[in-house]
């Protein structure tokens, strides 16, 4: 059984460019959430994704969005990069109806330059 | 979410059981106390959960106290691959995860 995966496992930009992270959760869950993850800080709740709707979202500007497709798997998207986007930006996956029992991929290291 | 409090880092002996305790004391009734923990370079890794009742897994085993304002995680028999940051969590039941410094777990020989 997989567990969540993530594409790309790195990525390299500059600033002012776009990216797309994408998202597959782990076999049976229906519920998707993103987190980003500074260099020596735990992660922060960007948004979660159920039904293909945006359910939650933390403090993060519009220049942060995403997607969930119908088969559950999700993208995150960033406009307008920034040097400060540069970070570890995690995917995990649960049941909407235990979504604190969460599982992790192993996330995606964004560089902007 | 309720605030919860870890003291930064903590070693322990390989083969010793490791205590890890968080403080929750603003925690409301209908809210469970979630542990996971992240290894150096992966994404953060489930553990235990618990409302108020003691609970074990092949993992660890989660101590709630009576008052429900803290809570113990131990590790049995800790071994290197268990150095890792652990975060005790106690999310409003709306599946949003504040994680906060926790507790750096330092296992040595």
């Known amino acids: 059984d997989a567990g969540v995966t993530q594409s790309p496992t790195h990525l390299i930009k500059t600033r002012g460019q776009q990216v797309t992270l994408r998202c597959s959760p782990k076999?049976?869950?229906?519920?998707v959430s993103w987190y980003q993850q500074a260099l020596g800080q735990g992660p922060q709740f960007i948004f979660q994704?159920?039904?293909?709707?945006?359910?939650q979202r933390g403090n993060f500007p519009d220049r942060f969005s995403g997607h969930q497709f119908p088969n559950y798997s999700s993208e995150l998207n960033v406009n307008a990069l920034l040097l400060g986007d540069s970070a570890l930006y995690l995917c995990?996956?649960?049941?909407?109806?235990?979504?604190?029992?969460?599982?992790f991929g192993p996330g995606t290291r964004l560089l902007v330059l | 979410d309720a605030k919860t409090t870890q003291p930064p880092s903590m070693d322990c002996a390989e083969g010793r059981a490791a205590n890890l305790p968080c403080n929750h004391s603003?925690?409301?009734?209908?809210?469970?106390v979630y542990w996971y923990r992240q290894i150096h370079s992966q994404g953060p890794q489930y553990i235990i959960h618990g409302l108020k009742n003691n609970e074990t897994n092949e993992m660890a085993s989660l101590i709630i106290t009576e008052d429900r304002k803290s809570s113990t995680l131990i590790l049995p028999h800790a071994t290197l691959r268990d150095t890792a940051v652990y975060y005790c969590i106690a999310p409003s039941n709306t599946g949003k995860l504040i994680f906060g410094q926790g507790t750096t777990l330092q296992v040595k020989p």
């Open positions: 076999s049976g869950h229906d519920t």
């Open positions: 995990a996956s649960s049941l909407y109806t235990t979504q604190e029992t969460q599982y």
């Open positions: 603003t925690i409301s009734g209908n809210e469970y």
């Open positions: 994704y159920y039904e293909e709707e945006e359910r």
